[in-house]
Each structure stands twice: as C-alpha cells, then as structure tokens.
C-alpha cells in the first residue's frame, strides 16, 4: 500500500494528541498534574493542537476537502466516519476540561469528569482510526487482531512521552510521566515485534488461482498485463518496498521509536537532565513512529495485486 | 446509505457472465466500456498522457492474459476484469460519505460523484482492484453496469445491454438476470459450472465466470515426415533434404 504522508501524518498526529489527552485526565484524576491553574489547560490545548494537526493532515488526502464534511454522515457502517464523528465529538469535553480547571482549579470534580470523558473519546478516536485498517479484508498486513491494540499502544506511548515533555519542561522534573513513558515504550515495543512476527507466518489470503476462479487447472502464471504502464490500482495498491529494506526498517523503529525513548524515559525518570532527555525523547517517538507507520503501509499487500503476479 | 440494503423480494440481480473458454482477449469490450462510460454516468474517464510515454487513465475493464496448468493440458487463458457487483461489497459499506451505495432493486454498486470525497478507501476495501480514481475531478469512478444503456429506453430493446457485453466478437460476455433461474445468465452458471473469484474473501461476487472446457479438439500435425504419395514430391523431398 502506498505510504501517503498525509495518512501517516493523520494516524501518528492523532496518537501523539489523543494520547496526551487521555494521560492528561488520568494524572488529574491521580492529583500527578502541577498545582497551577495554567499547566493543565495549556497541555489541553497542546494535545488538541496534535489532533487537529493531525485532522487537517487527512484533508489534504482527499480528491474533494472541500466535501469533508459529508464524511460525518455514514457512521453507521464506515469506520472511517465514525472515526470523523468521534475526533470532533472528543473537542467540547476536553475544552470543558481545560475552562473548569482554569475556572475552577485542579480541585473540580466537574472538570475531572469531563477530562475523563474527553480521554475516551479521544481513545474510541484512535480505536476508529485503527478499525478503518483492520477492517479492510483484503489487506491481510492490517486485517488481524494486532492492529486495533497497536494503534492504542502507539497513542498511549506517544501521549506518555509527550506529557513528560510537558512536564519536566513546567517543573524541571518528570519522574512519574516518565516511568509511564518507559513501561509504555516497552510494551509498544514488544507489541511491534509481536505484529511482525505475526505478519511474517501469516499464509497470503488468495492465490492466483483463487483470483481467476482457475483452480482446477493448477498453477496460474501472468502472461500478458493489460497494460505496460502503471495504473492506479498499481500506484496505490502495488506499492513495495524490498526486503532488505524493510529488515533495516524495521531495526531503525525498534530503535528509534521505543529502545532510544524508553532509555531516555530511564534518564529522565531517574532526574538526569528531565527537560532535555525528555526533548530528544519525544522527537525521537515522533521520527521513530513515523517511520513504523510508514513501514505499516510500505509492508501491507493487497490481493489485487495478484491479477498483475506481484 | 452505505449500509447495505435488505434486498426487496422480487429485487433482480443484475450482472455478468464472462466466457474464459471462449474469450479471445481481443480488448474490444474495454474499448467499448471507455468509449461509451466517457460520455456516460460516470462521464468522463479521463487519460494522461494517452500518446505519451507513460500512457494512463481510468478503465473499467482491464484484460490480462495467463497460462493455467502444465504441459499438454495447460491453457492460455484471457481474463477480463471489471467490477462484480458483490452481494457483500465492502467498498460500500466503509463508504464514509453515502457516495458508494448499492441498489436496492437490482444489486448495481455506483458511486455517486457529486457527495464523493475521494478518500479512496473503497479502493482500497476491493479485492478486485476494479475501482479507479480519477484524479482529475479528485472522485472514484467504477463500472456502473451500463446503467445509462440497460434502462434506457431511447435505444432499440436488443440494445438494452452493457457496452462490453454489446460489442464482444466472441460472444464471451453476457448480461442478465442471476434471480432468475431461466435466465440465459443463471442456466449457463448451472450447465457450464460457473465459479466465483477469490470466494474465501466472502464478497459474494454477482459475476461468473465459465471456466475454459477441459475438452480439446485433437488436430493432425500438418506435415509428416517424408509421408506425400507423389512420386515426384518424394524425390525433391530426396534432394531437398541432402
């Protein structure tokens, strides 16, 4: 599958924001957040921004933005739409969050209320971003079970990361969001090895034979293409990436995006330099996931492709 | 609605059956698709660079060709592909915007182009890779079944049909009725044991196909070894193979 840096933009933008903004109300809930009615709306602020960021991204994929819009109507069969649905709906709880703690102060039961109910919503976004993939049939890279826990582990890891960001650059220090970072690194990690691990015993979905109903006669081999140039279903849908590549890829992700974040978590959980461990921290999550995102697509076939032997 | 709908009692089931045995892979329906979908509902299928170096543009049939099996028993086997108008087409249900829908009273799945976003996914949900985007006016544009030729009642009845299945030389395409068990559709799937493509993905496909006949008609080599009866052409065969 082609790797379209608006989508890769749109699925890791959204983590980053919607994770932020789940750990956010769970440290408000857990009284880990600075005594001071600034830090909390700001940090809001901070995660929507990543969200609509990553919104607007997913625009600049669409043949027709300026129909967007109607993508809020099908929630009842597209994932995509609900994913629409659920991005927007994740807004007013979370300025409600941010307005009663600055209104308020941290002691607002109500404002703590509507931070946990922007924290879902914000995960059921990610949830629906990472069903629009696992639902696709024929794209047996995305169609499984690890898909849908992956993109949350993403999100939670790169919330985590961003919120010690945001805290040792407030206080100096970053101890308990770091040690969240750091465990969340780990598992996303191992869920990342996990997926691939997966992916690589995974039988393909048809054959040749399957897809030209020729079973019967045995093998089936391209003859003639119907076309000597790309198409866009090659465009879009043949995209590969070659082997050794990926292999390399795939140890620059579990490198950048988890093994550097989480020593760097260490570091910072342990009071060496919080501000800057945790500053390289967070590019490194944000290249890192980048890439493992990128690599998501790069590695996915799809079946149609068999029609052309690729 | 990109829910599927319930299909009505008496609903039809519009779609084709494409001949492998008999298809010759001559393009000549892909030809005709274009020709006549570039002036039609989904008008126009545009073309970059069509005498360039790097021809391309939106079909709605594309045609490959592939040997089957091995040794005296293999064929070269010509395959048209083009939408199938699944039972079960995900591309219309991760429709997020109602553009891509099925019909209720016969089964076609068309796209509405003026509420298409051109988010691609339904490209994307097609194990067939029979939907093409036309980066042109930025929509998805996909074989409607000739549903500007089948229902209109401007041209001759005989005429009634898709372009592809109109103007095929070989007679390797046909266009009918599948809940109709006496339609020329439904009787040539039951005799000729009409299968559907990639069935393990679930998608229902409307479209058959006919498998090539296994049968083949045994011809005599046209030259035998020294074996003319002239007495004459036996002597110059002498003197020509020295």
Known sequence: MKPASSVLLLTTLTGFGYGLLAWLAVFALCGGLPDSRWFLPVAVVVALAFAGAGLVASMLHLGRPERAWRAFSQWRSSWLSREGVASLVTFPPALGFAALWWFQGPDSAVAIILGLIAGALGLVTVFCTSMIYASLKPIRQWHNPHTAPDYMLFALFSGAVLLALLLAAWTGKASMAALVALAAAIIAGIAKLAYWRFIDAQPPLATLASATGLKEYGEVRPLDAPHFTENYVLREMGYRIARKHAAKLRRIVILIAFLLPAVLAALAALGAAPLAASLVAALFTALGLFTERWLFFAEATHVSTLYYGR | ?242
């Open chain 2, 1 to 242: 609605m990109t829910s599927l709908p319930q299909p009505a009692p008496n609903a039809k089931k519009l779609g084709l059956v494409i001949d492998l045995d008999t298809c010759v892979g001559c393009h000549a329906c892909a030809v005709n698709c274009k020709e006549w979908n570039t002036g039609g509902h989904s008008a126009p299928l545009p073309d970059h660079q069509p005498y360039g170096e790097e021809p391309d543009g939106v079909w709605f049939n594309r045609i490959h060709s592939y040997e089957a099996g091995c040794g005296s028993s293999s064929k070269t086997v010509n395959f048209p592909r083009s939408c199938l108008h699944c039972e079960n087409p995900q591309c219309v249900t991760v429709c997020p915007t109602g553009a891509s829908y099925k019909r209720e009273e016969d089964g076609i799945v068309l796209v509405n182009a003026d509420i298409c976003i051109g988010c691609k996914l339904c490209s994307w949900a097609c194990p067939y890779g029979a939907r093409e985007f036309d980066e042109l006016a930025g929509v998805m544009k996909k074989c409607t079944l000739c549903i500007d030729r089948i229902y209109n009642e401007t041209l001759p009845e005989a005429e009634r049909e898709p372009a592809c299945v109109a103007t095929c030389p070989s007679r390797a395409r046909h266009f009918g009725d599948f809940n109709d068990p006496e339609s020329k559709v439904s009787k040539l799937v039951a005799a000729r044991g009409g299968v559907d493509l990639m069935p393990e993905l679930g998608y229902k496909p409307v479209n058959k196909y006919l498998p090539p006949r296994k049968a083949s008609i045994p011809t005599k080599p046209q030259e035998q070894e020294g074996g003319t009866g002239n007495a004459l052409l036996r002597l110059l065969d002498k003197v020509l193979s020295r």
